[in-house]
């Protein structure tokens, strides 16, 4: 290949990783919201099409890397209280905490242990991290069709400061509205975990996928997660995303 056929293929695919980029960029300037609060459903469902039903809370402080969420399970009895603590920063991976009643002690999550199923969801914990643009690289793949929506096809990898249990994701976003349609996340070139975000509301002038659907494509499980009396915006305290708050549970 000619030096000028190989500066024209770098422009090009310079231009294709900054437009890649500015659309993740504008999916998440969308998305912005200082606050969020919702009451949600997960259903488990084995390889063997036995279903499991949990309910959880989920409260979030700030946006997009740079937040602090606790999550905390309400139903069935044997997993009310089971809560997690998450700080999530721009530069690096988050912090982690869960809380156990049983043993009325936190457990810090170590990275090494991200890559793990959340309490027997097919979520791991890196999962339930924020993604911010900054911590990742961006390439144009294409555009395809989810589900019938016309989207653009994103490659995403980590930056060396970001630890993660994926070697890169493929991304999926709706042009109509730049919401998400799908994740895809590879180890190598294995996918082993998909997930699809459905029935798409605006909620308080935000679009928002009401239904996310995670399939463990190692296990053959799926787990699908409902958002229920989602709020954007409401007044939250800094002190509830706290140790301390974690244990007392309020």
Same mark, same amino acid.
């Given at each position: 290949?000619?030096? /000028?056929?190989?500066?024209?293929?770098?422009? *090009?695919? *310079?231009?294709? *990783?900054?437009?890649?980029?500015? $659309?993740?960029?504008?999916?998440?300037?969308?998305?912005?919201?200082?606050?969020?609060?919702?009451?949600? /459903?997960? %259903?488990? $469902?084995? *390889?063997?099409? &036995?279903?499991?039903l949990k309910r959880w809370t989920y409260q979030r402080l700030g946006s997009h890397g740079n937040s602090k969420a606790i999550i905390r399970f309400t139903d069935p009895p044997e997993v009310r209280g089971v809560a997690l603590l998450i700080l999530n920063h721009p530069e690096r991976a988050s912090d982690q905490w869960m809380w156990t009643p049983a043993t009325q002690r936190e457990r810090r999550i170590a990275i090494q242990d991200r890559s793990t199923r959340f309490f027997g969801t097919d979520f791991s914990f890196e999962d339930l991290e924020e993604r911010d643009v900054n911590q =990742?690289? =961006?390439?144009?793949?294409?555009?395809?069709? $989810? %589900?019938?929506?016309?989207?653009?096809?994103i490659e995403? &990898?980590?930056?060396?400061?970001?630890?993660?249990?994926y070697s890169h994701s493929l991304l999926w976003i709706r042009k109509e509205n730049y919401t998400l349609a799908r994740i895809e996340n590879y180890v190598g070139r294995e996918p082993v975990r998909r997930a699809n975000y459905r029935e798409v509301q605006n909620v308080q002038g935000i679009w928002t996928p009401r239904l996310i659907e995670m399939h463990d494509l190692r296990r053959n499980s799926r787990t699908l997660l409902r958002l229920e009396r989602l709020e954007y915006n409401v007044p939250l305290k800094e002190s509830e995303f706290t140790l301390q708050a974690l &244990?007392?549970?309020s």
């Open positions: 290949m000619s030096r /000028t056929a190989l500066f024209a293929w770098a422009v *090009a695919g *310079a231009l294709w *990783a900054q437009e890649a980029r500015q $659309i993740v960029e504008e999916a998440q300037r969308r998305s912005r919201a200082d606050s969020e609060r919702y009451q949600g /459903t997960l %259903e488990v $469902i084995d *390889a063997r099409g &036995r279903r499991n =990742y690289e =961006y390439r144009m793949m294409g555009e395809e069709t $989810i %589900e019938g929506a016309p989207c653009w096809k995403s &990898r980590p930056r060396k400061t970001r630890a993660s249990q &244990r007392r549970g």
